[in-house]
T-cell receptor
Framework: AQTVTQSQPEMSVQEAETVTLSCTYDTSESDYYLFWYKQPPSRQMILVIRQEAYKQQNATENRFSVNFQKAAKSFSLKISDSQLGDAAMYFCAHKEGGYNKLIFGAGTRLAVHP | DAGVTQSPTHLIKTRGQQVTLRCSPKSGHDTVSWYQQALGQGPQFIFQYYEEEERQRGNFPDRFSGHQFPNYSSELNVNALLLGDSALYLC?????????????FGSGTQLSVL
């Protein structure tokens, strides 16, 4: 069965500092997508960044970047220059196959302190 | 351009009752997926609708059913409600028959079963 594991239930960071959220996954496929979603108190899931497994280059979106280690099945999210608005639940998700069925981890709650 | 809209935002039901949740996809999207997010957990895939047919289904009992209309909007029905059905129900839409990996989520319906 596909699984996604986020081993950090909670993390905290000082404003303007850098924080890394961890994620590991299990799959037997060679082609798949990985995602990080942010869920603020408004409850809407917002896509932060995505990585295609066949691309070796790590994805980057402004202050957000990933460290994708395919052999280790690891997909961590680095947030640089953390802002108060980054405080939220962060979910790692994995998709394989042709359709958008995502498998989510249990989430990491990120607190940002001024 | 309206994103994914869900109604109602909150709902309170009692055990044994039936409930219907509604979702309008983002403009131009033809595929709707439903997820259940229990408190403190990541979303779990319930099912996906495309061309008015259920195309994929997660590990949920037959009490969970759905429908997609010709305008691509969708309903999620849950019969014989259990206390354990209390959760946030998220709708997500995507285009190109669901092969496009960009999922857009609504803000969810919070269902409480008493």
């Amino acid at each position: 069965a596909q699984t996604v594991t986020q081993s950090q239930p909670e993390m905290s960071v000082q404003e303007a500092e850098t924080v890394t959220l961890s994620c590991t996954y299990d799959t037997s496929e060679s082609d798949y997508y990985l995602f990080w979603y942010k869920q603020p108190p408004s409850r809407q899931m917002i896509l932060v960044i995505r990585q295609e497994a066949y691309k070796q280059q790590n994805a980057t979106e402004n202050r957000f970047s990933v460290n994708f280690q395919k052999a280790a099945k690891s997909f961590s999210l680095k947030i640089s220059d953390s802002q108060l608005g980054d405080a939220a639940m962060y979910f790692c998700a994995h998709k394989e196959g042709g359709y958008n069925k995502l498998i989510f981890g249990a989430g990491t709650r990120l607190a940002v302190h001024p | 351009d309206a994103g994914v809209t869900q109604s109602p935002t909150h709902l309170i039901k009692t055990r044994g009752q039936q409930v219907t949740l509604r979702c309008s996809p983002k403009s131009g999207h033809d595929t709707v997926s439903w997820y259940q997010q229990a408190l403190g957990q990541g979303p779990q895939f319930i099912f996906q609708y495309y061309e008015e047919e259920e195309r994929q289904r997660g590990n949920f009992p037959d009490r969970f059913s759905g429908h997609q209309f010709p305008n691509y909007s969708s309903e999620l029905n849950v019969n014989a409600l259990l206390l354990g059905d209390s959760a946030l129900y998220l709708c997500a839409s995507s285009g190109v028959g669901g092969t496009n990996e960009k999922l857009f989520f609504g803000s969810g319906t919070q269902l409480s079963v008493l």
